[in-house]
């Protein structure tokens, strides 16, 4: 049984790395946008975002072991996403600015034999910043494809006050204490 990522994110195929885990990585199918407008509940959307990419994944490789994921922002009940330009991410950010957020990271991973599914909530309070600041990160980091509009894992860390996170590797977006779990259980060597 092959092990699968059910993504093309740079940021997730980085972190399952760490795990010294051989893994191929394929593009799911899946129209995220239909089903943004459809369901409201954060929690509820990441994680049928996260089942649909490995479901669309394990169709094409049945007999394969295959994690999928998604990360979806939650602030005072407005769902943000990836902004995909300069100005939707400045409106992002000066939302964020000074608030107290919720990044949920969803990861499904699936196999013909059985569906296990973990939810990650991070509260994030983002300490106040100017339109100055703002423009600034933005175009240091071009955070366009990253939900919320910030990255942890470079320059995005100073945007922050405050982090409570049980799995923090979540934040970036592939949960990877509960992911080596996972995998030990089912055969594969982390070790």
């Known amino acids: 049984m092959n092990l699968i990522l ?5 940021y997730r195929k980085e972190q399952l790395e760490r ?5 191929g990585c394929h593009s799911p199918n899946v129209d995220e946008e ?13 994680s049928t975002l996260a089942r649909l990419k490995a ?25 943000l996403g990836k902004p995909l330009t ?27 034999d059985q569906l296990i599914e ?3 909530i991070a509260k ?26 910030y990255m942890l894992e470079n320059k995005g860390i100073a945007l922050f006050e405050e982090i409570d996170c ?7 977006g592939l949960p990877l204490m509960s992911t080596a779990q996972i995998l030990m259980e089912n055969g594969f060597n982390v070790f």
């Open 6 to 10: 059910a993504s093309t994110s740079p």
């Open 19 to 23: 795990l010294n885990i051989s893994f």
């Open 34 to 46: 239909q089903f943004k407008g459809q369901i409201m509940d954060p929690s509820k959307l990441a």
């Open 55 to 79: 479901e669309s994944i394990l169709e094409r490789f049945p007999n394969d072991f295959i994690i999928g994921g998604d990360q979806v922002l939650n602030i005072k009940g407005k769902i």
């Open 86 to 112: 300069q100005q939707k991410a400045i409106e992002q950010l000066s939302l964020l600015s000074g608030q107290t957020h919720e990044l949920i990271t969803s990861t499904c991973y699936l196999s013909k």
């Open 118 to 120: 973990r939810t990650v």
């Open 124 to 149: 994030m309070k983002m300490r106040p910043l100017s339109l100055a600041q703002i423009t600034s990160y933005i175009e240091l980091e071009q955070p366009l494809k990253c939900c919320g509009s």
């Open 166 to 172: 049980p799995d923090y590797t979540a934040i970036i």
